[in-house]
């Protein structure tokens, strides 16, 4: 009797301590298990972050890139003002130059008159370009020359050709037109204001040199007009 009263508080020990040390696993597993799924969120919030600073990186480039094209497109709109103000400018001033009393042809006199149709896609034409829609205003220029070669509004319509491509920076087709109206139109209104962008149109080229000649060629040859004081401003405006 007294060893099996021994016995058994050796048993129960046992098996209290397999429960202890079954408890411990089960916490230990637990734990690990938790920490797995702190990992797992650890890692989801750093996918986070990084998405976020890439997007705020891409944010930051596309603003940078919106700020330069916003500096280059003000820089295009103020050399198209200047280039508008110059145009008006010399133009008044040719208008104004020229004489009052200006003695009406003869009845006999051949001369193309200008028709209604005529008129209407002159100024269907010069309406786009005065709406700044250049590449369309060209086109109803050019399909008008091809039209009409014979219209007295032919220089006009050259002219205003010329400053299409002048106010879209293709300054070599500009001065081809502008070549036309020297050319061709000696006698006409436009003939010196389409000298003066013709020079204008060298000097955006690049073609300083040739640039310098025209402008002296208006200076030296056409003292007092609009064109020749227009032509000496940009002579200073290079040092000359």
Same mark, same amino acid.
């Given at each position: 009797?007294?060893?099996?009263? &021994? ?14 040390? +079954? $408890? ?11 920490v797995g799924d702190l990992k797992l969120e650890v890692f989801k919030l750093r996918q986070t972050v990084e998405e976020g600073?890439? @997007? ?9 890139e919106a700020r330069n094209q916003d500096r280059r497109f003000q820089a295009d709109l103020q050399e198209s003002l200047r ?11 040719? &208008? ?9 042809? =003869?009845? #006999? ?6 028709? =209604?149709?005529?008129? @209407? =896609? ?6 786009? %370009?005065?709406? $700044?829609n250049y590449p369309l205003a060209a086109e109803g220029l050019e399909l008008f020359l091809k039209t009409y070669p014979q ?11 010329? /400053? +299409?491509? %002048? ?13 036309? *109206? *020297? ?17 204008? +149109?060298? /000097?955006?080229? $690049? ?15 056409? =003292? ?12 200073? #405006?290079?040092?000359?």
């Open positions: 009797m007294p060893a099996r009263r &021994l016995l058994l508080p050796a048993t129960v020990a046992t098996a209290a301590l397999l429960l202890v040390g +079954c $408890g411990s696993e089960d916490q230990l597993r637990r734990v690990e298990q938790e600073n890439k @997007r705020a990186q891409a944010d930051q480039q596309a603003a940078a280039q508008v103000q110059d145009t008006t400018r010399v133009l008044n001033n040719r &208008l104004n130059s020229q004489p009052r009393n200006t003695p009406k042809p =003869a009845a #006999d006199a051949p001369a193309a008159a200008v028709s =209604a149709e005529d008129e @209407r =896609a002159f100024n269907a034409a010069v309406l786009d %370009y005065n709406r $700044g219209s007295q509004k032919r220089p006009d319509a050259l002219f205003f050709l010329g /400053l +299409c491509h %002048y106010n879209q920076r293709t300054f070599d087709k500009a001065q081809q037109a502008f070549d036309r *109206i *020297i050319r061709d139109h000696a006698a006409s209104p436009q003939f010196l204001p389409a000298k003066l962008k013709r020079a204008q +149109c060298l /000097l955006k080229q $690049g073609l300083k040199p040739a640039a310098v000649k025209a402008f002296r060629e208006l200076v030296d040859g056409f =003292a007092g007009s609009a064109e020749a004081r227009t032509a000496q401003q940009e002579l200073s #405006d290079l040092g000359l």
